[in-house]
């Protein structure tokens, strides 16, 4: 892996990031404890690199349940036992506490010594640069029993042992996640133990897994990230079909396999959500978008890894040495209920990534035909609800293929077709859609037929017609369903049709 830069830690500056946290600590746990209990981890970690301090880690030599709710009172959160075997509970900082000393924590979690002392802790913990501690009460002094200090500074993720990675194999998946978020190196030991282990990967619960996956896509460079994944031979177990789009060979469209052109629109996706303004300007007054929500990126990140999943199985070769990939947007939805069921991903994650691996070319086939008002709206009816998160990912693809076949006038066209969709989806999400002028039960009425499947063709036909202007009164929406040919033989069709 590529060498880290080295971190000038500030020790002083460090201790005096963490005092009010300490005084809140003691003042919290009102005696219990407070000459065995230390700050651990990631916390004395990030305050040493001048990070954020969003979760307190702390070990104690006493109860972890009775400092937990004593926390919790404190902080005005919940504690709740983590069910692990090291007695761990979770406090769930409320979202404003009234002593500002824990203003900007999320979460306490609070787990009993694992060992007799705090140097038999600090020995089973995953790597070095973790293995610190700062007693919450005495002389604040950071404890160091394995040079996590001087790795911290070197920029380095050394195993604190073998056993440490034996004993949870999440932690493979973790010095690649602290590797990238740090910009720090894997140590050439710990790099080699790790890939000696890498089938281990797979061994943890998927919800555990696609916690630091979801850390490491949101944490910026994510393409990078997912190199380091590589790097340390574990992308093979957790995500083979990615790992099977190595040197998968794409059209004369393309520049890039399929493997390179998946992390390449991995990347602008990036991009894209960090400067909509740049990439898809609204010009249009009284249209403004809305930044991206943490579960936004989360999705369209996920699904622009996933989008190309299906490519090696689709693979055809066609008359004159042209290559295609028929169905491989179909077949990459089933891909992602497997993804989705291994990583035990929530419900609406899966549904939205899905319907956008399904729907990923959409936008482009537009520049095929008619591009107006009715096609953007059948558009957005066919990507809802990730209208916007569509327009992100149908760009990020196409500005990640630029064969010798390729022309850059076609990719001014779909930047050109991406703006106007992005403003229509910002249009309507600030609008809202019109008020029907016939509901489903004036349609029936109106045509004299029971409720059922051609009540709603009309229902949806009606919205179109009257989101685009051409039809815009109650008289003009009675006379549209009075001459509707459900048969299909006028050529209308009902919105969300492709």
């Known amino acids: 892996m590529s060498s880290a830069p080295a971190h000038a830690l500030d020790l002083d500056a460090a201790l005096r990031r963490l005092e009010p946290l300490r005084a809140a600590l003691v003042e919290a746990l009102h005696g219990e404890a407070v000459d065995a209990t230390w700050i651990v981890g990631g916390t004395v970690r990030d305050a040493l690199l001048d990070r954020p301090l969003l979760d307190v880690d702390l070990v104690t030599g006493g109860s972890s349940e009775a400092l937990a709710r004593r926390i919790a009172r404190a ?15 979770r406090i769930a900082a409320a979202a404003a506490p009234n002593d500002d000393r824990w203003a900007g ?3 306490v979690d609070v787990c009993e010594l694992r060992g007799d002392d705090l140097a038999a802790d600090l020995a089973a913990r995953d790597f070095t640069i973790n293995a610190l501690a700062l007693p919450i009460a005495g002389e604040p002094v950071i404890v160091d029993t394995t040079g996590g200090l001087d790795d911290l500074a070197a920029g380095i993720v050394r ?3 073998v056993a440490s990675l034996d004993d949870d194999p999440l932690r493979l998946l973790r010095a690649a996640r602290f590797a990238h978020v740090l910009h720090a190196t894997v140590e050439p030991a710990t790099a080699d133990a790790i890939r000696a282990r890498a089938a281990r990967s797979a061994e943890p619960a998927g919800e555990r897994t696609w916690v630091e996956l979801r850390l490491l896509l949101l ?4 393409r990078r990230g997912w190199r380091a994944i590589a790097e340390l031979g574990l992308e093979h177990y957790l995500l083979p079909e990615l790992h099977a ?6 059209s004369a469209f393309h520049h890039l396999d399929v493997y390179e052109h998946t992390l390449a629109v991995l990347d602008n996706a990036e991009d894209v959500i960090a400067a909509t303004e740049f990439w898809l300007p609204i010009s249009e007054p009284g249209v403004a978008a809305v930044p991206f929500t943490d579960h936004q990126r989360t999705v369209v990140l996920l699904a622009a890894l996933c989008h190309d999943l299906a490519k090696p199985a689709t693979r055809t070769e066609l008359p004159g040495g042209r290559v295609g990939f028929g169905g491989h947007d179909r077949v990459g939805m089933e891909l992602v209920d497997t993804i989705a069921d291994r990583w035990r991903l929530a419900g609406t994650v899966r549904t939205q990534v899905r319907r956008l691996v399904g729907t990923h070319l959409a936008l482009g086939y537009l520049l095929h035909g008619a591009a107006g008002p009715r096609e953007l709206y059948r558009f957005r009816r066919q990507v809802e609800p990730v209208a916007a998160e569509a327009v992100v990912l149908s760009i990020a693809d196409r500005m990640a293929t630029s064969g010798v076949a390729d022309r850059r006038a076609w990719l001014r066209r779909h930047l050109q077709l991406a703006r106007r969709a992005w403003t229509s989806v910002w249009r309507e999400a600030g609008a809202g859609r019109p008020d029907p002028l016939l509901d489903g039960t004036a349609i029936a009425s109106e045509l004299g037929i029971a409720p059922g499947p051609a009540q709603g063709v009309l229902v949806a036909a009606l919205a179109e017609d009257q989101a685009v202007g051409a039809v815009t009164t109650e008289e003009e929406a009675r006379a549209f369903v009075r001459d509707y040919d459900l048969s299909g033989s006028t050529g ?4 969300g049709s492709t």
């Open 105 to 107: 924590v999320l979460q």
């Open 159 to 161: 195993m604190v042992s």
């Open 245 to 250: 789009c190595r040197g998968v060979a794409q």
């Open 75 to 89: 902080v005005q959160g919940t504690a709740f036992p983590l069910g692990d075997e090291h007695g761990c509970w």
């Open 492 to 495: 209308r069709s009902p919105s």
């Open 219 to 222: 944490s910026g460079e994510a």
